[in-house]
């Protein structure tokens, strides 16, 4: 049986190499996902990011009027967006959260998000079975990662968090992907919802029914016709690129 390397002890100019810091699970890539046979596919975030975005074009442009740089806008309200996940995944959980290394800003606007799922989950009985779950479809060939799976009082449900100022339609297509990726995995789904995890101290004020929307039938049906035709031209746009 051959050893394995142990990579912190290896020298380098007569130097040990320094062990690489841990910063917790909050720091990890996104997920890679692979077929059967090897083969890495695109999330379905990433087939998704073809369709046209004229809001993002008008926030921008709003943003450069008032002297803010979107780029520095746009890259905070990810990280406030991904610590709103992280903290409502560690709440799904019963963990405690890691907070020390974000800054008070971020920890308030997170604590919107946290607020808006506390208050949607109250006065129903969840019991979890998947929580962060990555799903591979063999058929369609890409991936995704579904935020929350169980039976909600009773019902075999799937719940799609979105930090995001509006649930709009990528985000209901996207919805439609996780359900047709459990299902190919053999999970069922009776209801799919998806929860906007507000960033605003006014999102707390609204009505909890404005902050989650169930994905009808109907809007399942098209929302995945509207994925399939992504996935189209995901891999257009990237044939196109090839030299």
């Not at 902050?211 to 049906?221: D, G, I, K, Q, Y």
Request: net charge positive; with cysteine.
């Amino acid at each position: 049986m051959t050893e394995e390397l142990d990579l912190t002890s290896v020298k380098t100019s007569g130097k040990k190499r320094r062990k690489r810091e841990d910063f917790g699970e909050k720091v990890k890539a996104h997920i890679q996902y692979r077929l059967a046979d090897g083969t890495v596919v695109p999330g379905s975030t990433t087939i998704l990011g073809v369709l046209d975005k004229p809001g993002l074009v008008r926030w921008a442009w709003n943003l450069g009027r008032e002297g803010i740089d979107a780029n520095k806008q746009r890259d905070e309200a990810a990280a406030i967006g991904s610590l709103a996940h992280y903290r409502v995944a560690c709440d799904m959980r019963g963990v405690e959260p890691d907070l020390k290394d974000y800054t008070p800003e971020q920890l308030r606007r997170s604590h919107f998000a946290l607020d808006t799922w506390q208050r949607w989950k109250a006065g129903k009985f969840l019991e979890p079975k998947l929580i962060e779950a990555p799903f591979v479809s063999e058929a369609h060939r890409y991936g995704g990662t579904v935020d929350w799976y169980g039976l909600v009082d009773g019902v075999p449900t799937l719940l799609d968090h979105k930090t995001s100022s509006g649930l709009y339609d990528e985000h209901k297509a996207q919805t439609a992907s996780y359900v047709k990726l459990l299902r190919e995995n053999g999970l069922p789904v009776k209801k799919a919802i998806l929860i906007r995890l507000g960033r605003t101290e006014e999102d707390t004020q609204e009505p909890i029914e404005n902050m989650s929307h169930v994905l009808s039938v109907r809007e399942a049906r098209i929302c995945w016709e509207i994925f399939l035709h992504a996935r189209e031209l995901y891999e257009l746009k990237k044939a196109l690129r090839r030299k």
